[in-house]
Structure formats: structure tokens, C-alpha cells
């Protein structure tokens, strides 16, 4: 997938929150982290969505490039959660379009 360089990925961070299933917060976590000014957020551990926080917080290897782009500048010797991270907000359309490549590959009948 192709990184638009907007920078996002690297000026959030998102923990999970002991693994807690959304649907078994018994100790309201959700709330308490609301209530501490941070936003709750759901993600999928692989099996199941859990709660997470979604803590603004800029790399300090983020730099801006021409004030629009941003660069890494530890590219080549990043962390393997970034090298790992697939931006969802941008690369949905990429997906989509593959999807729909294959399918017709495959003669499956795609309805517009």
C-alpha cells in the first residue's frame, strides 16, 4: 500500500487496554479513560475488537518536508510496528480497487 506521507500515523498513538473486549468491560474502562480527557477507541486484536486509547503524541523522528509532506528520519532503521502499520484512513480505495480486480479475474459479477 502506498504511504501518502500526511504524517497521521506518526502523530498518534493508539494502546490497547489489557485486551478488554468491548464487550466485557466490566471495570469501564471506556468511561475512565473519557474521563481523563483521552479518547476510547476500538480495535481488532485478531479476534475480537478491544478497547484502546488514542493518545495524540508526535514521533520525535517526524519531520515536516516542504510543509506539507512528512519524512521519517530514522526510516531505514524504524521499529517494526511501523514498518507493520497499514494506514486504513488512506489506503481503503487502494484495497477496494484490488478487490475488485481480483474479482473480476476470477469472472465474478460486480454489481456498480
Not at 487496554?17 to 480495535?43: A, C, F, M
Not at 510496528?81 to 487502494?94: A, L, P, R
Request: charged share 25%.
Amino acid at each position: 500500500m502506498k504511504c501518502i506521507r500526511c504524517g497521521k500515523c506518526c502523530n498518534t498513538v493508539i494502546l490497547a487496554l489489557h485486551n478488554t473486549p468491548l464487550s466485557n468491560d466490566k471495570q469501564e474502562l471506556g468511561r475512565w479513560v473519557q474521563y481523563h480527557g483521552l479518547q476510547p477507541v476500538k480495535i481488532f486484536n485478531g479476534k475480537e475488537n478491544v478497547l484502546a486509547v488514542k493518545i495524540q503524541s508526535k514521533c520525535e523522528h517526524l519531520e515536516t518536508k516542504d510543509g506539507l509532506f512528512y519524512n521519517c528520519k530514522i526510516y531505514d532503521k524504524r521499529p517494526q510496528i511501523c514498518k507493520d502499520h497499514w494506514c486504513q484512513e488512506h489506503n481503503m480505495q487502494e484495497f477496494a480497487a484490488r478487490v475488485v480486480k481480483e474479482l473480476v479475474k476470477e469472472g465474478e459479477c460486480i454489481a456498480t
